[in-house]
């Protein structure tokens, strides 16, 4: 008995003495919904995460909870963060954030920055990327590279991430080829390797010959490869699983992201904003241009500094519906942040219909 | 020489009490021997895991919240599995009680409401998770399909029907297209029992619902009737107890408890209705119903361990970086060993010489 | 219909995971065991049998992995359900649950890693056969193994005297052990079967079907294969035209997606679901009386003596 006793409070100098010596730092925490494996939306957060290690290391302690769930027991895991001393916490999708509102009310001396969501408080941030800027520019590729002049595209939900996204690439193929036309497969997960390749072979099946994806699996650029056609990779460098099929892919790149936010925090200069960068501060990246003609290249290339210079706005008015209405134009010559956040419609164009409408 | 399990003459009851306890030691070595695999300090990952998340009020308070949904279900699968039905779709019947119940809230939402909203919610997620556990409930009886598999695939129908509805028709309209329905309105939400902590109303049910079942299974002609029908059918039959009868009442109360913690924890720690709110309570149920050895109390127990050990995972990934499979891996490892111990209670192990003489023993 | 024959091959590679854990699920069960930890099995057989072939570069090795990995989570259910007679149901549930974790243990070092997948048949001359040349020529290894496995294993349970016996411990073990026969015996064998084919169902998927290893990639199909042995009331013929038809509704619902025809995608999602609920409900419906499930399965046995 009198061993266990001892144990157990060595256990506990051992484990107070490794918060004591980790009190200088910055503890930084993560939540993440997925594995770190999965190759993915959470494989980048977490490359981020080690960016920023890399970059700070000796100035801040990072820890994260992977695989957490976007019900009640968000809420707890952001709290243990908190209560195990971290200052500055990212919750890293959307479900998170109605946990995050809670926990940031309860500790306005903790900061929090929240992923892809719309509510936001003093000690709480929000920040995305401008993934559509990437896709129109796939659309532009697709455009080009598609000889059968239809798309295939692996969608999660129907949610306004999504739709935006394929609405973006669509508007960009059609300034190509105005009758393209797209094939749209509703996975309803974000991540199920099985069920992307499934998807994957009944739009080649279907007479698509190139594919994008908004799940976050190799499986789709794995199909693709293996039938000889084309993809757009998502989330992260795809080309190891499809060296001549992988156009380019969008990169989730929050590394630079992180450190700035980490470094405010640890000037204490951090305050609550709402930031949605895109190409042109480096939050979206594009894989290099590869398996296309230096045409093609080239226009990609255009393509992404006119946006980046601003002169090229994916949503630019006006924009058409799928019924043929024009959307009302509300931030002068494009579509406004608001209007692009919410949108629950299609452009001209695509012949499906949203889900659930 | 062979190893030989050879029943008992009778129950032994000190192995019965015991056991439970040589489960959890064997368990402690076991992840002491796998901590030392992963190269974490086995000492401290143990005090991680099971002491310290009962040191602060908020643990022991994130405890109970875990526990509360666990219980409640593994109560009523209890009473399925006594009466030797296997409800494995608890989870789908979960999942429906949530979608019944919120529904009364969102046609509510923003009007101006009386406090009858709340009881009619909890009692409409009851009838919802009632109702759906009456499909497979009824295809077993009257078409003799098996209610494992039935209520199983139910349960991916359940969670699609919800995606669909929280995509669909019950989307928030100011929420941005998100999928989630609008915050329930305070009155129609579960209050909470302690300020500061996310302890609601929801465990006082629990623990009255573990009082009824032990009156229903200890005092009460139905709930003898529901065990003699598991352990004895043929007995069951003599004494004209209708076992189809028993096998849809125990399913619906199964459902109806189910379906009970279902809006509950919508209506209370979440506070609206999302896709993939459950982090999976109606299979989780399941482990706890067999920990508790399908008893009320051992239930309430085993459920509050279950829970204490999800929340020490989590600090144990927060402070050890112990990856979650180990929780996982650790519960499996914690069922086995409860059930080889239990057998025990049941059976003993002999030595016997393969000689062919019969051993000497009490027939 | 040129999408017929894409459609065909895709089915025949959604469907065979499905039918070799289902094989040997049915032979278990037809000893009189009933084990659902199909799907821990063949998580563990799928995160196994990457690993091997990853670290070996041999699709083979890999799959002798898997098939290894599954037999051995049987052989703790076989342990626990027949050594100790401990209750098959609480015991299949928790060897799921336990292969889930182990195999995100044992994948944890292999995500993120890809390797060439098994290669397809391809016989010149028959295999460019229009139509019938792919699906009768061109697929890989695992699919033309798991007919040949549900042959193997029909002719085992209705030709032989090892079958009959297999058969009369599931249907009746206390005369079967009256008999002489050793039951116990019989149902390790028929359990360790039943791994190794969940085993070698979960490597096909990172060994075939997509070459990579992501955790809780087997996606419930474990559970799928389990639906499939009472499709089938038991029986190997049925057992293939189970397994093909729920491969062709799960890859269906993706076409008629892309078609456009704007029915939910939740709704179609579901319908491989309730294809078995309702398949379930007309097969037990039509055998009057009950389902012709062998008579033990489920009851635990200890001979006495």
């Not at chain 2, 509950?264 to 999976?280: D, K, M, R, T, Y």
Request: include cysteine; glycine fraction near 12%; hydrophobic fraction near 50%.
């Amino acid at each position: 008995m009198r061993k266990k006793l001892l144990a157990a409070s060595a256990a506990v100098l051992l484990a107070g003495s490794l918060s004591a010596s980790a009190a200088d730092k910055l503890k930084v925490g993560f939540i993440y919904l997925g594995p770190v494996g999965d190759l993915g939306w959470t494989y980048q957060h977490d490359v981020a995460r080690q960016a920023l290690v890399k970059e700070l290391g000796d100035k801040i302690e990072t820890t994260y909870l992977e695989n957490v769930s976007e019900g009640p027991d968000a809420e707890r895991s952001i709290e243990q963060l908190v209560r195990a001393g971290n200052k500055l916490i990212f919750t890293t999708s959307f479900g998170y954030m109605d946990p995050t509102l809670k926990v940031a009310k309860k500790y306005p001396n903790v900061h929090f920055e929240h992923a892809t969501g719309f509510k936001s408080d003093k000690n709480m941030g929000i920040y995305n990327g401008r993934f559509y800027e990437g896709r129109y520019i796939q659309g532009v590729i697709a455009g080009k590279m598609s000889k059968a002049g239809v798309l295939g595209y692996i969608a999660s939900f129907p949610i306004p991430e999504v739709i935006m996204g394929i609405n973006a690439t669509m508007l960009g193929a059609q300034t190509i080829n105005p009758n393209i036309k797209v094939k749209i497969i509703w996975a309803n997960t974000w991540f199920d390797p099985g069920k992307e390749a499934d998807a994957a072979k009944a739009l080649l099946d279907q007479g698509a010959d190139v594919i994008m994806q908004h799940t976050d699996s190799p499986a789709a650029m794995q199909i693709a490869s293996e039938r000889g056609k084309l993809a757009f990779g998502q989330d992260s460098e795809m080309i190891k699983f499809g060296p001549k099929t992988q156009l380019t892919s969008i990169i989730d790149n929050w590394g630079p992201y992180y450190i700035r936010r980490v470094k405010a925090e640890l000037d204490g200069k951090w305050t609550t904003d709402n930031v949605w960068d895109g190409l042109k501060d480096k939050m979206v990246v594009m894989a290099p241009y590869t398996n296309m003609p230096d045409d093609v290249k080239k226009l990609a290339m255009d393509t992404e500094a006119a946006i980046v210079a601003g002169k090229l706005y994916p949503f630019k008015c006006p924009v058409v519906d799928q019924d043929g209405k024009t959307i009302e134009c509300k931030g002068g010559d494009h579509l406004d942040d608001g209007q692009v956040l919410g949108m629950n419609f299609y452009v001209k164009g695509i012949d499906d219909k949203i889900p659930g409408k | 020489m062979q190893l030989v399990l050879e029943k008992r003459t009778e129950r032994s009851n000190t192995i019965a009490l015991v056991s439970p306890l040589i489960a959890i030691g064997l368990t402690i070595v076991t992840m002491v021997v796998l901590f030392a695999i992963l190269g974490k300090n086995p000492l401290l990952a143990l005090w991680v895991y099971f002491i310290d998340p009962l040191t602060d009020s908020y643990s022991l308070q994130e405890i109970a919240v875990k526990a509360t949904p666990l219980v409640m279900i593994a109560i009523g699968l209890s009473l399925c599995y006594l009466a030797n039905v296997w409800n494995i779709g608890a989870e789908g019947q979960f999942l429906i009680g949530a979608v019944a119940g919120s529904w009364l809230a969102v046609k509510t939402h923003g009007t101006d409401v009386g406090p009858w909203v709340l009881p009619a919610m909890l009692l409409m997620g009851a009838a919802g998770g009632a109702l759906y556990a009456m499909i497979p409930a009824i295809c077993k009886v009257r078409f003799g399909a098996s209610e494992i598999l039935t209520s199983l695939m139910l349960v991916y129908v359940a969670d699609l029907f919800l995606d669909y509805l929280v995509r669909g028709p019950w989307r928030d309209p100011n929420g941005f297209n998100f999928p989630t329905t609008a915050e329930f309105d305070p009155v129609a939400t579960v209050p909470v029992l302690v300020e500061g902590g996310r302890l609601h109303l929801g465990a006082v049910f629990v623990v009255l619902v573990v009082i009824a079942a032990a009156i229903l299974l200890g005092r009460m002609i139905k709930g003898f009737e529901i065990r003699v029908v598991g352990a004895a059918p043929r007995a069951a039959r003599f004494g004209g107890f209708n076992s189809r009868q028993l096998i849809l009442l125990t399913f619906a109360i199964s459902g109806a408890l189910a379906g009970l913690a279902g809006i509950i924890e919508v209506a209370g720690p979440v506070g609206h209705l999302q896709p993939g709110f459950s982090p999976g309570y109606g299979f989780t149920a399941i482990i706890v119903a067999f920990l508790g050895r399908l008893n009320p109390v051992g239930i309430l127990i085993a459920g509050l361990f279950l829970a204490l050990t999800f929340i020490g995972g989590e600090q144990a990934q927060i402070a050890m970086k112990i990856p979650l499979d180990v929780t996982k891996v650790f519960q499996g490892i914690l069922l086995f060993y409860v059930l080889a111990c239990d057998s025990l209670i049941l059976y003993r192990i002999r030595l016997i010489s393969t000689s062919g003489q019969v051993p000497s023993g009490t027939a | 219909m040129e999408l017929l024959e894409p459609i065909i091959l895709s089915v025949l590679a959604a469907s065979t995971p499905l039918l070799i854990a289902a094989t040997g699920e049915l032979v278990t069960e037809r000893s009189g065991v009933l084990n659902l930890g199909v799907e821990g099995m063949m998580i563990v057989g799928a995160a196994c049998a990457f690993g091997g072939a990853w670290l070996t570069g041999s699709i083979i090795v890999g799959a002798i992995l898997g098939i290894v990995a599954g037999a051995l989570m049987s052989l703790i259910f076989a342990l626990m359900a027949l050594g100790l007679a401990v209750n098959q149901v609480a015991t299949g549930l928790a060897l799921t649950i336990l292969g889930i974790g182990v195999s995100g243990l044992i994948g944890a070092g292999f995500v993120g890693e890809r390797i060439t997948p098994a290669p397809h048949l391809y016989i010149p001359g028959l295999t460019d056969i229009p139509f019938i040349g792919r699906i009768l020529f061109g697929e890989d290894a695992f699919v033309y193994l798991s007919l040949a496995l549900l042959i193997g294993v029909w002719f085992f349970l209705y030709r032989t005297r090892g079958g009959l016996i297999l058969r009369a411990a599931g249907d009746n073990h206390v005369s079967a052990h009256a008999l002489g026969y050793p039951v116990l015996r019989i149902r390790l064998y028929a359990v360790i079967f039943g791994g190794a084919c969940a085993g070698l169902a979960g490597a096909y998927l990172p060994l075939a079907y997509t070459p990579f290893f992501i955790p809780g990639m087997t996606a419930g199909r474990g559970w799928i294969a389990l639906a499939l042995v009472v499709f089938a009331s038991w029986r190997p013929g049925r057992l293939a035209i189970g397994a093909y038809l729920f491969g062709a509704v799960t890859i269906l619902q993706l076409h008629v997606q892309a078609f456009g025809l704007g029915i939910p995608s939740q709704f179609m999602s579901s319908l491989p679901y309730l294809a078995t609920v309702i398949v379930l409900v007309l097969i037990s419906r039509a055998r009057t009386g009950g389902s012709t499930a062998p008579a033990a399965l489920g009851n635990t046995f200890v001979p006495d003596r």
